[in-house]
């Protein structure tokens, strides 16, 4: 199972939304601490002896105003802060964060890069050769929503999330290539498909294993 960690640690300020009632568009102390993170997530994991079942952390970070070096130094620090012997994923939403300085926090930590067919972000197959290579002994990918598409748009698309809506082609095959060089290099390859990104996730996961019949 992978679990995406709760934004009370990946979100550095609250948006000016009525759900955070008087947090709204206060900064988040909270924005990657470790120490909470450990307490709060990581310790009952032990304690309930979940970790058997434990696939990576997800880390989703939502656009933001942070320069590359000063979310690069964070991430740097956090992630020196936790246990090995449990896996990490991150996810950014910001494309220019694709880059050496992001590569080497992520490569130093053992940390994958979540490749993620969202909205706003380049292609798998581009984010990989931005990334250059894999940065941790296994990968995640996360089919979304399609490409310069909005979280409410695609949403309202795919309602009911009955069949596919619209089949993404380069999607399948970035997603199926990825996966075959995982494998070959004995990496483990976790993806998780959203009804978001074609209107059904398992006729997608039926399509993925088409496209790589297809690729065969």
């Avoid at 246990?83 to 910001?94: H, L, Q, S, T």
Wanted: net charge neutral.
């Amino acid at each position: 199972m992978c679990f995406k960690v709760w934004e009370e640690i990946t979100i550095p300020w609250y948006a000016k939304h009525p759900r955070y009632g008087t947090k709204a568009g206060q900064l988040n102390p909270r924005f990657l601490d470790a120490k909470l993170f450990n307490e709060l997530v990581l310790t009952p994991y032990r304690e309930t002896q979940f970790e058997p079942h434990a696939g990576p952390f997800l880390f989703e970070f939502q656009r933001h105003g942070m320069t590359s070096g000063e979310f690069c130094s964070k991430l740097d620090g956090f992630f020196g802060q936790l246990p090995k012997d449990f896996r990490y994923a991150v996810e950014i939403r910001n494309p220019d964060l694709l880059g050496p300085d992001y590569r080497k926090v992520l490569n130093d930590h053992a940390v994958a890069h979540v490749y993620n067919h969202w909205s706003y972000m380049p292609p798998i197959g581009q984010q990989h050769r931005r990334m250059e290579d894999f940065t941790a002994p296994f990968t995640v990918v996360r089919l979304l929503t399609p490409l310069m598409m909005s979280h409410e748009i695609a949403k309202k698309r795919a309602e009911p999330y009955t069949k596919i809506i619209q089949e993404i082609p380069e999607m399948r095959r970035d997603t199926v290539e990825l996966l075959r060089k995982a494998v070959s290099e004995n990496r483990r390859a976790y993806v998780l498909v959203n009804n978001r990104s074609e209107g059904n996730a398992p006729l997608t996961v039926e399509g993925l294993i088409e496209t790589a019949g297809d690729l065969a």
